[in-house]
């Protein structure tokens, strides 16, 4: 049963429009959220996270938004580059040990 | 030029040997891990390890051991237990503290023949 699910396996935008990657958790012990961003054959690389004590964290053209109530939480990338183009992983950590569950992720693909 | 590297980047294997995959980190973490990736699936948790000489299993643990005698290094053998090894593995770090992302290695795929 999966506790972190990425429900959009891909999802194609043009260049300079918005990307929004959505992820949904159902652990409500999950405490601290992460974004990464991998491309093939490479390790995942750190993009942005949220405790669950804030609804909101931007960094530069990634804002990640939180709604713990919907257990729900999304990536935004305004505006998007072509160099965005990768699999985006979600990842939750729960608040009793220091372990991550992480998500099967979304294929983003930016098109000039 | 502190970062996690993971030896070899491919790795090729007969049925039923056992094989070690390295990673080393440089970064003083305190905490390291080991994931395997599928296609088309997210990281699944093999081991971890918090502090040295002491490691958990994962929810994948069977057919896998590691050791860890060494604050930097965290080799994982796939023994010829494993059913399915072959796979992208992925090796992890991050400092003790809660709020604090992981730090991945370039990764190592394994390919049994």
């Known amino acids: 049963d999966q506790q972190v699910k990425q429900n959009s396996p891909s999802l194609s935008v043009q260049e300079g429009r918005i990307s929004i990657l959505n992820c949904d958790y159902t652990?409500?012990?999950?405490?601290?959220f992460l974004w990464y961003k991998k491309y093939p054959a490479e390790g995942p690389t750190f993009l942005i996270s949220i405790s669950s004590i804030k609804d909101k964290n931007e960094d530069g053209r990634f804002t990640v938004f939180l709604n713990k109530s919907a257990k729900h939480l999304s990536l935004h990338i305004v505006p998007s580059q072509p160099g965005d183009s990768a699999v985006y992983f979600c990842a939750a950590r729960d608040n009793y040990g220091q372990n991550f569950v992480f998500g099967p992720g979304t294929r983003l693909s930016v098109l000039p | 030029d502190g970062g996690i590297t993971q030896s070899p980047k491919y790795l090729f294997r007969k049925e039923g040997q056992n094989v070690t995959l390295s990673c080393e980190q440089n970064?003083?973490?305190?905490?390291m891990y080991w994931y395997r990736q599928d296609p088309g699936q997210g990281l699944r948790l093999i081991y971890y390890?918090?502090?040295?000489?002491?490691?958990q299993k994962g929810d994948i643990a069977e057919g896998y051991s590691v050791s860890r005698e060494k604050k930097e290094s965290f080799p994982l053998t796939v023994t010829s237990a494993q059913k399915n090894p072959t796979a992208f593995y992925l090796c992890a770090s991050r400092w003790g503290s809660s709020y604090n992302e992981q730090f991945f290695g370039p990764g190592t795929r394994l390919t049994v023949l």
């Open positions: 970064l003083n973490h305190d905490a």
């Open positions: 390890s918090q502090i040295v000489n002491d490691f």
């Open positions: 652990n409500s012990m999950f405490d601290y």
